[in-house]
């Protein structure tokens, strides 16, 4: 039922539980929906049992006289803008300073307990505070100096006057229980604080002093502090002393290490350490016991102990880690992956085999390789590891993984879903046919192994060599790390080969990273396993057997296995995680077996089951074909044609363009201009949007797409880096945002991939030309934000640039409401490339059998304007369901979409919500936690703006309106949802969307039964 979505708001609930005298108090900032309340609800009028209100954040201006019938205590109306004072003369009130001047002449001071200074209230209101204190008339428990939310920049031009007069303030409120000076640069701790005996929390952050005396944390009462946001270094050695503190907020701090001190806070349930350079979480974490919160960035290059793949994944699994190397001590990491790539038969496989034995033979019959092989090598070495005193060198057999890629075209755009980090790669050129093209090579190890070294060696097969400009190649490509020659017929060459190769690998970074032991005796289980896959329990049983208990703990090992490349183990999928694949090239193998089936080639990519049985069919691969193609369908190699049985590898499409029609009245073009163009967007592109594809219009380098009444027509052009898209002027801006859209998570798996959007002339000459001039969009902006017309290079015509730019980002139907969805159609939003991916897939499928059209919002939403359309498009009875997980909520993109939706008057009723397990809504304190995660990106933002010029500041002001935006909103929007009686994701699962679909069907009027 609708009802059982969009109940009452927590608003509502609070309401409710005041009224059954289980609560007595309401917060208008906090539990209101979103958009702050003008007025007092009526209906707080019949809470007999209120005691306590809190107005911060709320707009109101005024109280309602019918306040008074009611027995309220207190009234906390810091940040609230009201206007006038309530004849309420028996509540206890919070105020701003600047009121408590204001209505100096309404209120008693006895009875005001919390008061707070912003960078607004002038001298006199100062002055005012100041003197009743001195005066004794007033005696506060609670103070805080605060930039308020909604004007981060504002400037402390009263600043000197704060400075003269807080020590004099804080000496005359001996009772203080809360103090804070938050977001103003005052530079020092007050000396009063210390004699403050029942400060339970105190707050200082970006304050911005360079030290914190030793007597705050003999603060007898404190449970919570933070230091957020100064300039610290070290704490002082008596920090150990706060007994009682269970909450310790040092993020954004120059600290180096975790101080000492900290692991004797017994009572300590969250430590915040986010933006600090910290290098190592120690196991000293074990003795914090009751820690429940801990946040680090495990991305900083900084922190490497634990690994930064067992931090990633959070505070249980670096205490697993510490727990098994307390059981089992720590062994140490001596295993990397070697990729050897290059073109088809330059001679990598007899590289491969060479290494391992010189004296293997050259074979005239050695087979094309396919796909993927990976062969083991092993070596004696030496691991050096770092120790607190210093560095230790011990013996260690070096383990490889050889991975042999094959050459041939075919599989070049497949490679790069194996090209890993940490690695080291050697790219074999056949020095006979000259056919190697380095720089294509270089790139595509460039993109995507994170700096992981490469060695080009040149194979000279008996003949000459060509002269590599090594110089000018290794400025480019900084992970060029050697070049070397080798003849593998004579095997002139090869020794100084392998050498380089094993030192590159015993250099790599990861190398003498500790391990417990337990996990490398797992990992020696599995590799002496011949077997090509098992299954998750039979893993989890091999974990038991070597002294794992828990499940966590296993599921650690394997992610961290399957990141090393060791192992195949897809855990956040449903369906593959339940095989852990032990030989990743049986896996790829399998898959490489469809891609280069005769029938299947014939076929033009096309397949059915029954393909796939006769594919797979020993029966090794029966229990795991569905796997095998959803595994094929991750790697975006292939899609299940919409509605039928069938699969169309795009890879494998027809080279010839098909014939469609293409009589639009007119059309757009756009290119996409790639530095270096990574093999087979296009195909990815394809999958991505396969539910868009026009009847047949798609073949091996284009598509055709089509939505509602737009179309587009992309073509890539590989030569030219390029790919061309055609856009039919009716709905162009929709479909652009979808094409630009899905292109650009595509481009984001590339990590530096560098891409320009262009948009032809539209001069006459350009028009007729073939090659027309080309503007950059950026080109374009700068000059349409400047109002200057731009000059064609053709023509030499200027033609105006901000026209160029409407044409696909403007409103092309007149910013109407009109509503372009029918009936039974219902959006989603949610964070592409996640793991809702899945699930919006299972959800579509699942609600188009219903006869119900689920709609992907694939606006792309760096440009506003889309956004707002489509929210307009949306039209009043329509339904949006808004996936939330953790990564949707911290997706500036997704937040922006939220806060849009949330605008709407009839959210409530046209929202439904499902939450992630990972989406922490449901407690308060995760959903603070969001709301600190977005006003730390703002704080960011708000101090590197300070760094940079006026002239630059453009669209960082922009954006930083934009995290002012959804900090405001976060903490209202989450709680609205969380109250909405949400449906769980778990609740979904086998539960075919059936409870979904019924409020959905109330409300979009699908089929329902
Ligand atoms: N004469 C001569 N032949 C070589 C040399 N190196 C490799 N070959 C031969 O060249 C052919 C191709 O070598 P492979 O090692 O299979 O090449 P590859 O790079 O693995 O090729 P793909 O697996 O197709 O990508 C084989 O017949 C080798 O025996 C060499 O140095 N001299
Ligand atoms: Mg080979």
Redesign the pocket.
């Known amino acids: 039922m609708v009802d059982d979505w969009a109940s009452s708001s927590r608003f509502e609930q609070d309401i409710q539980a005041v009224a059954d005298g289980r609560s007595d108090t309401l917060d208008l900032g906090r539990s209101y929906h979103y958009g702050a309340p003008r007025e007092l609800p009526a209906a707080v009028r019949q809470l007999t049992g209120l005691r306590t209100l809190r107005l911060g954040g709320s707009g109101l201006t005024a109280l309602p006289g019918w306040l008074a019938e009611l027995p309220v205590e207190t009234i906390d109306a810091r940040g609230c803008p009201l206007q006038e004072m309530p004849p309420m003369p028996w509540v206890r009130w919070a105020l701003d300073a600047g009121k408590l001047y204001a209505f100096r002449r309404l209120i008693d001071p006895g009875r005001v307990y919390g008061a707070a200074i912003g960078p607004g209230d002038d001298a006199p209101a100062i002055a005012h505070l100041g003197r009743l204190i001195g005066e004794r008339r007033l005696s506060l428990t609670e103070l805080v100096v605060e930039t308020p939310r909604g004007m981060p920049s504002a400037t402390w031009a009263n600043l000197a006057e704060v400075d003269r007069h807080l020590d004099e303030l804080i000496a005359g409120l001996p009772r203080l229980r809360m103090f804070g000076i938050v977001d103003c640069p005052l530079g020092r701790v007050p000396e009063p604080i210390r004699r403050l005996r029942h400060l339970s929390n105190l707050r200082l952050s970006a304050v911005l002093p360079e030290e914190v005396p030793d007597w705050l944390f003999e603060l007898p009462a404190l449970v919570a502090l933070d230091l957020s946001h100064n300039r610290l270094p070290r704490l002082p050695e008596t920090l150990g002393r706060a007994q009682r503190l269970a909450e310790l907020d040092l993020s954004y701090n120059p600290l180096r290490e975790i101080p000492d001190e900290v692991w004797q806070l017994e009572r300590l349930a969250s430590l915040d350490l986010w933006g600090c350079p910290i290098q190592r979480i120690p196991a000293e974490i074990l003795k914090l016991t009751a820690l429940t919160d801990l946040r680090v960035d495990e991305t900083r290059p900084e922190l490497t102990v634990p690994p930064p793949e067992v931090t990633a994944r959070g505070l249980d699994a670096i205490k697993s880690y510490w727990t098994q190397e307390r059981a089992s001590g720590m062994d140490y990491l001596s295993e990397a992956k070697l990729l050897i790539v290059?073109e088809?038969?330059?001679?990598?496989?007899?590289?491969a085999k060479k290494i391992l034995h010189p004296s293997y033979p050259?074979?005239?019959g050695?087979g094309?390789?396919q796909g993927i092989a990976v062969l083991s090598w092993r070596f004696a070495s030496a691991v050096r590891i770092a120790e607190a005193d210093g560095e230790r060198v011990l013996e260690r057999d070096f383990r490889v993984n050889i991975w042999?890629f094959?050459?041939?075209e075919i599989y070049h755009s497949t490679h790069q879903f194996f090209l890993t980090k940490r690695s080291v790669y050697v790219l074999?050129s056949d020095e006979r046919k000259e056919d190697t093209d380095f720089r294509y090579w270089l790139e595509v190890v460039n993109l995507l192994s994170d700096g992981s070294p490469l060695i080009i060696v040149q194979?000279?097969?008996?003949g000459r060599m060509q002269e590599l400009d090594v110089r000018t190649l290794r400025q480019e490509y900084p992970n060029l790390v050697a070049t070397l020659s080798v003849?593998?017929?004579d095997n002139s060459g090869l020794g100084p080969t392998i050498a380089r190769v094993r030192r590159e690998l015993e250099l790599l970074p990861h190398i003498g990273t500790a391990l417990p032991k337990t996990w490398q005796d797992v990992r020696m289980a599995l590799e002496a396993d011949d077997r090509e896959y098992i299954t998750e329990t039979e893993f989890f049983r091999i974990c038991e057997d070597h002294g794992f208990t828990r499940q966590t703990d296993m599921k650690q090992l394997g992610g961290f296995l399957h990141d090393l490349g060791i192992c195949l183990y897809f855990q956040e999928d449903p369906l593959l995680s339940r095989t852990v694949v032990l030989q990743p090239e049986w896996g790829t193998g399998a898959v490489y077996r469809v891609l280069d089936d005769p029938q299947i080639m014939a076929n033009r990519g096309v397949f059915d089951a029954d393909d796939l049985r006769r594919i797979w069919h020993e029966p090794i691969y029966e229990p795991v074909r569905d796997e095998l193609v959803r595994l094929m369908a991750k790697f975006s190699l292939c899609f299940r044609v919409r509605a039928t049985d069938r699969y169309v590898a795009p890879q494998l499409l027809s080279k010839v363009r098909p014939t469609y029609p293409w009589d639009e009245p007119s059309d757009l073009t756009l290119r996409y201009l790639y530095d270096v163009m990574p093999k087979g967007i296009v195909h990815r592109l394809i999958v991505e949007l396969h539910d868009l594809i026009e009847d047949e219009a798609v073949w091996h380098t284009g598509v055709v797409f089509q939505y509602e009444t737009g179309r587009a027509e992309v073509i890539e052009d590989y030569r030219r880096r390029r790919l061309q898209i055609r856009l039919a002027a009716r709905n162009s801006r929709v479909m652009l945002s979808v094409v630009d859209r899905a292109l650009n998570m595509i481009h984001k798996s590339y990590p530096d991939l560098k891409v320009e959007r262009l948009r032809p002339c539209n001069c006459e000459a350009c028009v007729a030309a073939e090659e027309p001039t080309m503007f950059s969009m950026r080109e374009l902006v700068d000059f349409a934000r400047a109002g200057h017309p731009i000059q064609c290079r053709t023509s030499h015509q200027l033609v105006d640039a901000s026209g160029l730019l409407s044409e696909l980002w403007q409103p092309d139907d007149g910013g109407t409401s009109r509503r372009a969805s029918g009936p039974g159609e219902v959006f989603v939003s949610y964070k592409w490339g996640g793991d809702a991916d899945d699930m919006v897939d299972e959800m579509q499928g699942k609600l188009a059998a219903r006869g119900l059209v689920v709609t992907r919002d694939r606006d792309e939403l760096r440009y506003r304007d889309p956004i707002q359309q489509f929210m307009r498009r949306l039209g009043a009875g329509k339904a949006v369901i808004v996936l939330l997980d953790d990564a949707y909520l911290r997706s500036k993109n997704c937040m922006f979409e939220l806060t849009e939706v949330a605008d709407r008057e009839d959210f409530r009723q046209s929202v439904f919500p499902i939450v992630l397990p990972d989406a922490n809504i449901f407690d308060p304190i995760g959903r603070l936690e969001y709301v600190r995660y977005w006003e730390d990106k703002r704080v960011e933002l708000d101090q590197a703006m300070r760094a940079v010029g006026q002239e630059n500041l453009q669209g960082i002001r922009e954006e930083l309106d934009l995290y002012e935006t959804i900090r405001n909103a976060i903490a209202r929007i989450t709680d609205v949802l969380a109250d909405m009686n949400t449906l769980t994701a778990a609740k979904h699962v086998g539960g075919d969307f059936a409870e979904l679909y019924r409020a959905l069907g109330e409300k979009v009027g699908g089929r329902t039964q």
């Open positions: 290059g088809a038969g330059a001679g990598k496989t007899t590289l050259l074979n005239v050695e094309s390789t042999d094959g050459g041939q074999v194979n000279r097969k008996q003849d593998l017929s």
